[in-house]
């Protein structure tokens, strides 16, 4: 079935410093959502994104869909604090969502 | 999301016994899922329910399952409780016509 790949799997950063998480699929997918999940928290809905080459931006994040609908990222400039927490892609397919493991975020003040 | 309610928060039970967790939504969804969380194994889905007669086996369904009492409530029932189904559970609600799912805070479910 339907796999998505998320990587990394973990990162560290510094307060201040980039931090980006990549999401691929070996199919084309019709969208790709991002959510956020705090420690102690529940997943929570960042965004979508439906069309090809599309890019979004939410202050210090920006989103990006391939263009062939087969890959999309997270990019965060400048971390805070506030940042921490594990990322997650996932692809819709109007039934369900396929998840990827996700990117635990670190960030040392 | 306050829209989704889960109870019990936290429980601890024993090898063997049965147990339910429920989940309440107002956001008036007709889709519901429930799914478990274990470290470095992201979220996976248990079962998931487009109405009250539409129940839908996830990727990891044997050893639970699952009653869709109204629209607005989806239980999850672990029949005889095992050690490895120790994780954090959590139900979501979608609507139709957008694949976003909001999240309830979940229930943290230990095994003895």
């Known amino acids: 079935g339907q796999q998505v790949m998320q990587i990394p799997q973990y990162q560290h950063v510094q307060e201040g410093e980039d931090f980006t998480t990549y999401c691929n699929s070996s199919t084309t997918l019709s969208n790709i959502q991002w959510y956020k999940q705090r420690p102690g928290g529940h997943p929570v809905f960042l965004i979508q994104?439906?069309?090809s080459g599309e890019v979004k931006k939410q202050k210090r994040l920006t989103f990006q869909f391939g263009e062939a609908k087969k890959n999309s990222s997270l990019h965060i400039t400048a971390t805070q604090t506030t940042d921490v927490g594990t990322y997650f892609c996932?692809?819709?397919?109007?039934?369900?969502?396929?998840w990827g493991l996700g990117t635990s975020l670190a960030v040392n003040p | 999301d306050a829209d989704v309610t889960q109870t019990p928060r936290n429980r601890i039970t024993k090898t063997g016994k049965r147990i339910m967790l429920e989940c309440s939504q107002t956001?008036?969804?007709?889709?519901m899922y429930w799914y478990r969380q274990d470290p470095g194994l992201g979220l996976r889905l248990i079962y998931y329910s487009f109405d009250v007669k539409d129940i839908n086996k996830g990727e990891i369904s044997d050893g639970y399952s699952v009653s869709r009492q109204a629209q607005a409530k989806f239980s999850l029932s672990l029949e005889s409780a095992i050690p490895n189904q120790t994780a954090l559970y959590f139900c979501a609600t979608k609507g139709s016509s957008t694949d976003t799912q909001y999240f309830g805070p979940g229930t943290r479910l230990t095994v003895l």
């Open positions: 994104l439906v069309k």
């Open positions: 996932a692809a819709g397919n109007n039934r369900k969502l396929i």
């Open positions: 956001k008036g969804h007709d889709r």
